[in-house]
């Protein structure tokens, strides 16, 4: 006889549901819900305390996540992940990535789903999540697809990626362990591979086709990146091809590079081409042709003094003011690079088409009009005396240049902290080669350390990596894991569903099994959700008369199935940011594969044990 759950047990279930319902229906930020759920908790046991604790020990309940490792772990990798991002480390993978999306958007987002399934086989989870964010990051920035139609689809690509081996989360290994102290002949590491890669011939097109469909477009599309610069392309001589032919110059430029002025004849070294296009489409030209946006020795000043100084580059825009002493001059004879040390990119006037040039350039310089845009670089405190003295305004979207002599450091220490989580740390004993495999948690926060010690990642640079919303959302999800665990609503809610399972045949009962781990691991945690459905799986298993490898793999796998909520795994937390996404994204976009992969998985389990 199944005895009635306690007061905190029906407590703890209801500020579960009601967090739950707050979140999914949008009306206040996830921030405020979320703090309002950890005050709950913390008044709540304080003035009515858990059987045998103290008053205070609620407090440390409420307020333990946000000293709780998990979310330390969560902090550490978006540090590292920021200093993937100011080093430009990711770049060469990003440009081969950009280069299927440009061919292809949809080729694009299947390639980037299908690498992402395969190395999480291998890798766990967070790490190759962590090293394609920055990717899908700068393909969004390109505008070839939102970032809020990827991230989502490749996230779950990597959970489900992550389930197919025991070796895929720490999860899984947590699952097979506990079923093999039960007493369960071991789990091999490939021993359910094909179960889960036939799912993932179901999976992997709803990921594709169905599931970006079903998000909406986040992406926020300033009015700077819809600007048009004009510039003169300074081309290296080893860049041009021998016949010096403009048409095969074409051939190595982004779309939307515009030529204007067209010369007579082949192309010459250090030939000056006017030309324009975005931002990002003249820093693409320039790196393809090898060429510069502004004389050579302003750059290399620029550079030199960034490296004293230990300062960050910085691109930005200015407006021309009425005030401005630089109306009616040319670029040379303003002398600004010799006043200030910085250089202008390009010039953009906001009643001029792209390709539109009249009386825009004079001679070989472009001359200065009120109301002008100039695409400026150089060090912040050389663009404030700029700005500052020369009339000119400063516009939002100021951007710092990639550190890239520091690109392969900081690859090296995201490699570094992935391979000692993954493979583990080499170690050699009496006994000869002995790997040890460091937690996730030692080894992002040794990753973040070196990146500010080496200087990949500036300590007053760290507030752009880190979200408060994550953070508390993180804090309030550690809590309510925690008090449905510590209340006994977990264990009581194990034993409710148990008693009805005896009366369903196998497949039903591995479905109803693995949607009861799902529903917990979606509210709760990956390792509650694993702590308690795996002893249930395997009792039942034994009252039934039924293998219970199927049925232990059914917790396994449920505790895998984390896409319908925010809070069910830490990646889902990652891109949260970075996508733009709210509560009930996740529970639309990720209720239906929940549905859809129980029911395969379900199926699949019945085929292969034959039962």
Request: proline residues 6%; glycine residues 10%; charged residues 15%.
């Amino acid at each position: 006889m199944l005895e009635a759950p306690s007061y905190h047990a029906i407590a703890a279930m209801a500020v579960t549901i009601a967090m739950f319902i707050a979140f999914a229906r949008g009306r206040y930020p996830e921030e405020i819900i979320s703090l309002i759920t950890i005050a709950v908790i913390g008044v709540g046991l304080y003035f009515a305390p858990l059987e045998g604790s103290k008053p205070t020990d609620g407090l440390a309940i409420a307020f333990g996540g946000f000293g709780h490792s998990a979310l330390i772990t969560i902090c550490a990798l978006m540090i590292m992940g920021r200093g993937l991002v100011v080093t430009g480390a990711l770049e060469p993978f990003a440009r081969v990535l950009e280069g299927v999306f440009r061919v292809n958007p949809q080729s694009g987002l299947l390639t980037a789903l299908l690498v992402a399934f395969i190395l999480s086989m291998f890798v766990n989870d967070t790490p190759v999540m962590v090293l394609l964010i920055p990717i899908i990051v700068a393909i969004a920035a390109k505008g070839l697809m939102p970032s809020s139609k990827i991230l989502m689809p490749v996230n779950a690509a990597v959970l489900l990626g992550g389930m197919a081996t025991t070796i895929g989360t720490s999860t899984n290994i947590l699952v097979v362990t506990i079923a093999a102290d039960i007493g369960m002949k071991p789990i091999g590491v490939f021993q359910f591979t094909p179960i889960v890669l036939i799912a993932g011939l179901v999976a992997i097109p709803y990921l594709w086709l169905v599931m970006p469909r079903m998000l909406r477009d986040n992406s926020v599309t300033a009015d700077n990146a819809r600007r048009i610069f004009h510039t003169r392309l300074r081309v290296a001589a080893d860049s041009l091809p021998a016949s010096g032919d403009l048409a095969e110059v074409r051939g190595k430029l982004p779309e939307g590079i515009t030529f204007l002025d067209i010369p007579a004849g082949p192309l010459q070294p250090d030939q000056r081409l006017h030309i324009s296009g975005t931002h990002e489409a003249l820093e693409e030209a320039a790196r393809a042709l090898k060429g510069q946006l502004a004389p050579g020795w302003v750059l290399d000043r620029i550079r030199r003094i960034s490296r004293s100084r230990g300062e960050d580059i910085v691109v930005m825009e200015m407006t021309v003011t009425a005030e401005s002493r630089l109306i009616g001059r040319t670029l040379a004879s303003s002398a600004i690079a010799d006043l200030y040390g910085v250089a202008v990119l390009g010039i953009h006037r906001p009643d001029r088409l792209p390709g539109e040039r009249d009386a825009y350039a004079e001679g070989d310089d472009f001359r200065i009009r009120g109301g002008d845009v100039l695409l400026v670089m150089g060090i912040e405190e050389d663009l404030r005396n700029f700005a500052g003295n020369d009339g000119l305004l400063r516009l939002e979207g100021a951007r710092e240049l990639p550190r890239r002599s520091k690109a392969v450091l900081a690859g090296a220490i995201m490699l570094g902290a992935i391979a000692t989580a993954s493979l583990g740390l080499p170690w050699f004993d009496g006994s000869g080669y002995a790997p040890i495999k460091l937690p996730i948690a030692i080894s992002a926060l040794a990753g973040a350390i070196a990146m500010f010690v080496t200087g990949c990642v500036k300590f007053d640079r760290v507030g752009r990596a880190l979200s408060a919303k994550v953070i508390v959302l993180i804090a309030a999800s550690l809590a309510i894991g925690r008090v449905i665990d510590e209340s006994g609503a977990a264990e009581w809610l194990g034993q409710a569903f148990s008693l009805g399972l005896v009366y369903l045949p196998p497949a039903l009962v591995l479905a109803a099994i693995m949607l009861f781990v799902t529903l917990v691991t979606n509210f709760a945690s990956n390792a509650t959700a694993a702590t308690i459905g795996t002893p249930i799986a395997y009792s039942i298993a034994m009252q039934l008369g039924l293998p219970p490898e199927p049925l232990v793999l059914a917790v396994l796998f449920g505790c895998n199935l984390s896409f319908a909520t925010p809070i069910a795994y830490q990646t889902n937390l990652l891109i949260m940011s970075e996508g733009g996404y709210e509560f009930g994204d996740y529970v639309r976009a990720g209720a239906p594969l929940v549905a859809l992969m129980v029911a395969v998985l379900s199926v699949l389990l019945v085929l292969a044990y034959g039962l």
